[in-house]
Every structure is written in C-alpha cells, then in structure tokens.
C-alpha cells in the first residue's frame, strides 16, 4: 500500500440533511473542490444503497469511499471503503478489495488508534473530537487534547478528525495533529451553501496547515 496523501477536508455526504440525492451532493462538492468523498447512508435498504454507489462512482474527478459496506464498494467499484469498530475487520476486507483500495478505519480511543497501525488500513480516523448530532449513538467526545496524544503516539500515519467539525474549529483540529477533517452538516445541510462552504473548508484547512 502507498502513503494515501489525504484532502485538508474529507466530505461525506447526507441526504437526508441535505435533501440531495448522493450524487448531487457529490457534484457541488466536486465544484467546491473536494477530491475524496464519502457516500454514508444508514437509511437507505442494500439493494438502493448498490444503485447509489454504482451512480456515483459514473462520476469523474473524485475518489469514492464507502461508509461500512465492503460488499457494496467492491461490487460497485468505488475507491474504498470506510470501517467502523463493528464492521467487518480491515483486514478481511483488504483480502476482498485487494492493494489498491483505499481502507479507512474509526478509532475513539488511543489503544485502538495505536492498535490500528497494525491493520492494513491506509488511514485512522479519531473522534469524535466534539459533539455531534449526526451520529445520535456517538462513542464519548475525546477533544483536541487527545487528539494531539494521538498524533504523538501514531507518527506521521494520515488521521482524520471526526465528529462535531465544523468551519468554526476546523482550523484546531488541524493544528492539534489532524491531516484532514471529516465534516457532513457543516459542508451539506444548506445544499445552497455547499459548493461555498466547500471552497471555504479547503482554504480554512490549507492556511492552519501553513501557520
């Protein structure tokens, strides 16, 4: 597996916040300039949740990761998949993507961030940081200060912050060791926003980075 070098802003997409359909959250995003998004449904039924990835990987310019559905993603084609501490293990699902497919995992604790760097995962993702509502059965908020024990445990390995992000923190997430910022209300639940709230996020992240 090569080094995943991610986005300052990892978008994932929500349609019942947003009132779009995956694909058209994935257009204005694209527009806003995002690289890497995450198609996350917990509503919709296998069969709809196949027919909305296989439309949105048709799209060009951006890689694709799947929220939980290794299945899904691979019968799909999209880029890869993100698992949670319930999911099929990562390194089940690598057997089944093979080499090339980008494997992300939820940590929310540093035992499991640090035990993670054993996994064939290609990046962690830590929270969440603050409290959020687009996951009401959320793991207890761990803030920037772990998530700066997380960094100097982990290296120089891609983290993503999760949970409660928003264009207001972002930049602390990044400065407290984050190499990109997961962010789903912020970025999609005014869909007339989406495509400014997107260019924002981007030139937010790139500037705490440069500080």
Do not use: W
């Amino acid at each position: 597996m090569a080094e995943l070098k991610l986005p300052k802003v990892y978008p994932i997409t929500d349609p019942r916040l947003s009132g779009l359909s995956h694909s058209e959250q994935i257009g204005s995003l694209i527009e806003g300039g995002a690289s890497l998004v995450q198609i996350r449904d917990k509503y919709a039924s296998s069969k709809e949740f196949f027919e909305i990835v296989r439309e949105c990987v048709e799209i060009q310019d951006v890689r694709l990761i799947v929220n939980d559905r290794v299945d899904i993603a691979m019968m799909a084609g999209a880029d890869g998949v993100h698992l949670g501490q319930d999911d099929l293990s990562p390194t089940e699902a690598r057997k089944l993507l093979g080499p090339d497919a980008i494997i992300g995992f939820s940590t929310h604790t540093i035992e499991q961030a640090v035990a993670a760097l054993e996994l064939p995962v290609d990046y962690i993702a830590f929270g969440p940081i603050f409290p959020t509502t687009t996951k009401p059965d959320h793991d207890a908020v761990v803030g920037l200060g772990t998530l700066r024990k997380i960094r100097g445990r982990i290296g120089n390995f891609p983290l993503v912050g999760i949970g409660g992000i928003n264009l207001e923190n972002l930049a602390a997430v990044i400065d407290a060791g984050a190499d990109s910022v997961a962010m789903i209300s912020a970025l999609v639940a005014d869909p007339s926003t989406i495509v400014k709230n997107m260019r924002k996020a981007l030139r937010l992240g790139e500037n705490a980075q440069n500080r």
